[in-house]
C-alpha cells in the first residue's frame, strides 16, 4: 500500500502582495494534483496549512475543490488536519477544511481523531500552540494507545519539533511516541527526512519558496511531496519533485562589479517563460543605496517580477533589506510589513529581534522571542490577517442562532 503525503500548500498567498505569486501556487497545487493521480497511490495526507488564512477567499477555495474532485474521480480519498495558518486557534473555531467534507475529503480532528483505511491506521492531531503542550503530549498518548491495535500507523501532525526548529518548536523529539510506522509531519518549510522508532519521520517541505530562508534547501532538495510505501518492515520514501512555476535566482554580487553583474543577470532571465523572483546580495557597498537601488531597478526591473535586495556596507556588520517597494532600512520595511498583523507589539518585536541578532545577541534574541510568544500565542495567530479574523470573529457572534453550528455538528 501507498500514500502521497504533502503539506503547508498555502493556497491564498500573494508573496510580497503580488497577485502573480498567488496564481503561481494555484499553478503548483494543480501540478502535484496530477502527479499524485499519476503515481496510482491509494490515498492522501495533507499535514496542514492548505490554505493561508482560516478565511479563505474563492480564488483558494476553488482550486482546492477542483483538485479534490480530481482525486475523488480517480478513486483517491484524501486526509487532513488543520496547520496554525488555516485555524483560529480559539475555542469552538471551525476549519476552511471542513467545507470540502461532502466532496470526500477527511478531517482530523479534535473530534474525529483517526481513521482507518484498509487496516491502516490514521491518527493526527491540527496545530496546537506550545502553550497547549499538555494537552498535546495526552493527545499523542492516546493516538499511541489506539495505534497498538493496528500493524501499520500513521501519524499526522502540524507542529515544529527542536530537532529540526530549535527556537520555535512546540514539542520536543522525546515527546513524540514511536510505535508509529510514519510521521506525516507539516509546518517546517523544509524538506526532512529522518528515522524515528520503527519508521520514518518527514516533513515534505513547501511546494514553493515562500522566504528567502528556504532558497539553499530548494537548491538542494527542490519543492514536492513525497510517496510512502507501506509495504516490507519499514516505509520507503520517494521524492517526487514538482519544479515552482516561476524561477527564483539568488546572487551575490561586489559592488565594485555591480553594473557588469547586473548586466549578465538581465541577460541570463530575458528567455524565461515567467518573470523570475530575484534575491540579490551587494557587498562593499561605500555609497548611497539609492542610487544603487535606482541602478539596479533599472537593469532588473523589467525582466523581473520583483527584485529583492540586501545591501552590506565595507566595515560594518549591518545590513539593509532595500525591496521594490522604495522604502530603506530595517525599520521601515519592518513596520511595512509586520504592521499587516494589526498589532504594535509585533512591529516592536520584530525590531528587538533585529537589534539583537545583527550584532550577533543571538541567546538574547531567544529570549525575547520565547518571552513574547508565551505571553501572546493565546490570543494571536501567527499569519498576516489578524484584522481580519478579528473581525470573522465579531460577525460569528453576532450571526443568528439559525445560522450557528456546534463544532462538533461540523466535524
Same mark, same amino acid.
Given at each position: 500500500?501507498?500514500?502521497?503525503?504533502?503539506?503547508?500548500?498555502?493556497?491564498?498567498?500573494?508573496?510580497?502582495?503580488?497577485?502573480?505569486?498567488?496564481?503561481?501556487?494555484?499553478?503548483?497545487?494543480?501540478?502535484?494534483?496530477?502527479?499524485?493521480?499519476?503515481?496510482?497511490?491509494?490515498?492522501?495526507?495533507?499535514?496542514?496549512?492548505?490554505?493561508?488564512?482560516?478565511?479563505?477567499?474563492?480564488?483558494?477555495?476553488?482550486?482546492?475543490?477542483?483538485?479534490?474532485?480530481?482525486?475523488?474521480?480517480?478513486?483517491?480519498?484524501?486526509?487532513?488536519?488543520?496547520?496554525?495558518?488555516?485555524?483560529?486557534?480559539?475555542?469552538?473555531?471551525?476549519?476552511?477544511?471542513?467545507?470540502?467534507?461532502?466532496?470526500?475529503?477527511?478531517?482530523?480532528?479534535?473530534?474525529?481523531?483517526?481513521?482507518?483505511?484498509?487496516?491502516?491506521?490514521?491518527?493526527?492531531?491540527?496545530?496546537?500552540?506550545?502553550?497547549?503542550?499538555?494537552?498535546?503530549?495526552?493527545?499523542?498518548?492516546?493516538?499511541?494507545?489506539?495505534?497498538?491495535?493496528?500493524?501499520?500507523?500513521?501519524?499526522?501532525?502540524?507542529?515544529?519539533?527542536?530537532?529540526?526548529?530549535?527556537?520555535?518548536?512546540?514539542?520536543?523529539?522525546?515527546?513524540?511516541?514511536?510505535?508509529?510506522?510514519?510521521?506525516?509531519?507539516?509546518?517546517?518549510?523544509?524538506?526532512?527526512?529522518?528515522?524515528?522508532?520503527?519508521?520514518?519521520?518527514?516533513?515534505?517541505?513547501?511546494?514553493?519558496?515562500?522566504?528567502?530562508?528556504?532558497?539553499?534547501?530548494?537548491?538542494?532538495?527542490?519543492?514536492?511531496?513525497?510517496?510512502?510505501?507501506?509495504?516490507? %518492515?519499514?516505509?520507503?520514501?520517494?521524492?517526487? %519533485?514538482?519544479?515552482?512555476?516561476?524561477?527564483?535566482?539568488?546572487?551575490?554580487?561586489?559592488?565594485?562589479?555591480?553594473?557588469?553583474?547586473?548586466?549578465?543577470?538581465?541577460?541570463?532571465?530575458?528567455?524565461?517563460?515567467?518573470?523570475?523572483?530575484?534575491?540579490?546580495?551587494?557587498?562593499?557597498?561605500?555609497?548611497?543605496?539609492?542610487?544603487?537601488?535606482?541602478?539596479?531597478?533599472?537593469?532588473?526591473?523589467?525582466?523581473?517580477?520583483?527584485?529583492?535586495?540586501?545591501?552590506?556596507?565595507?566595515?560594518?556588520?549591518?545590513?539593509?533589506?532595500?525591496?521594490?517597494?522604495?522604502?530603506?532600512?530595517?525599520?521601515?520595511?519592518?513596520?511595512?510589513?509586520?504592521?499587516?498583523?494589526?498589532?504594535?507589539?509585533?512591529?516592536?518585536?520584530?525590531?528587538?529581534?533585529?537589534?539583537?541578532?545583527?550584532?550577533?545577541?543571538?541567546?538574547?534574541?531567544?529570549?525575547?522571542?520565547?518571552?513574547?510568544?508565551?505571553?501572546?500565542?493565546?490570543?494571536?495567530?501567527?499569519?498576516?490577517?489578524?484584522?481580519?479574523?478579528?473581525?470573522?470573529?465579531?460577525?460569528?457572534?453576532?450571526?443568528?442562532?439559525?445560522?450557528?453550528?456546534?463544532?462538533?455538528?461540523?466535524?
Amino acid at each position: 500500500m501507498k500514500f502521497a503525503h504533502l503539506a503547508d500548500s498555502h493556497l491564498g498567498y500573494r508573496q510580497y502582495g503580488l497577485e502573480a505569486r498567488e496564481k503561481d501556487l494555484i499553478e503548483e497545487f494543480d501540478k502535484i494534483i496530477e502527479k499524485i493521480i499519476d503515481e496510482d497511490v491509494d490515498f492522501v495526507i495533507h499535514s496542514g496549512d492548505l490554505f493561508q488564512t482560516a478565511k479563505p477567499s474563492p480564488n483558494a477555495l476553488l482550486p482546492f475543490q477542483k483538485g479534490l474532485l480530481r482525486l475523488k474521480g480517480a478513486g483517491i480519498p484524501m486526509y487532513a488536519i488543520a496547520g496554525n495558518h488555516d485555524s483560529l486557534l480559539s475555542s469552538g473555531a471551525i476549519p476552511p477544511q471542513v467545507l470540502f467534507k461532502k466532496f470526500g475529503l477527511k478531517l482530523i480532528s479534535t473530534i474525529n481523531t483517526n481513521y482507518v483505511h484498509n487496516g491502516v491506521f490514521i491518527g493526527g492531531i491540527p496545530f496546537m500552540p506550545s502553550s497547549h503542550k499538555k494537552s498535546l503530549k495526552n493527545s499523542l498518548a492516546n493516538l499511541s494507545s489506539k495505534a497498538e491495535d493496528y500493524d501499520k500507523a500513521i501519524l499526522v501532525l502540524h507542529q515544529g519539533i527542536d530537532k529540526y526548529l530549535p527556537f520555535a518548536h512546540e514539542l520536543e523529539i522525546g515527546d513524540l511516541p514511536d510505535n508509529f510506522d510514519y510521521y506525516a509531519l507539516g509546518h517546517i518549510h523544509k524538506f526532512i527526512e529522518d528515522d524515528f522508532g520503527k519508521g520514518k519521520l518527514v516533513y515534505p517541505g513547501s511546494m514553493d519558496i515562500l522566504s528567502k530562508s528556504e532558497y539553499d534547501d530548494y537548491v538542494k532538495n527542490g519543492k514536492g511531496f513525497v510517496v510512502v510505501d507501506l509495504d516490507g %518492515p519499514k516505509p520507503t520514501v520517494k521524492r517526487v %519533485p514538482v519544479n515552482p512555476s516561476r524561477e527564483f535566482i539568488r546572487r551575490n554580487i561586489d559592488f565594485n562589479n555591480l553594473e557588469n553583474d547586473l548586466k549578465s543577470i538581465k541577460l541570463s532571465v530575458e528567455g524565461l517563460d515567467k518573470k523570475p523572483m530575484i534575491f540579490l546580495n551587494v557587498y562593499n557597498v561605500d555609497r548611497s543605496i539609492k542610487d544603487i537601488h535606482e541602478l539596479i531597478s533599472a537593469e532588473l526591473g523589467p525582466v523581473s517580477l520583483n527584485v529583492r535586495t540586501v545591501f552590506k556596507f565595507i566595515d560594518e556588520e549591518d545590513v539593509v533589506d532595500f525591496t521594490s517597494s522604495g522604502k530603506i532600512g530595517p525599520k521601515e520595511l519592518l513596520e511595512d510589513k509586520l504592521k499587516e498583523f494589526g498589532n504594535e507589539s509585533i512591529v516592536k518585536l520584530g525590531v528587538d529581534l533585529y537589534n539583537k541578532l545583527s550584532i550577533n545577541h543571538n541567546e538574547e534574541a531567544v529570549n525575547i522571542a520565547r518571552s513574547y510568544f508565551e505571553n501572546n500565542f493565546d490570543s494571536m495567530v501567527i499569519d498576516n490577517d489578524t484584522d481580519e479574523k478579528k473581525s470573522i470573529e465579531a460577525d460569528d457572534k453576532n450571526q443568528d442562532d439559525d445560522f450557528k453550528i456546534t463544532f462538533k455538528e461540523a466535524i
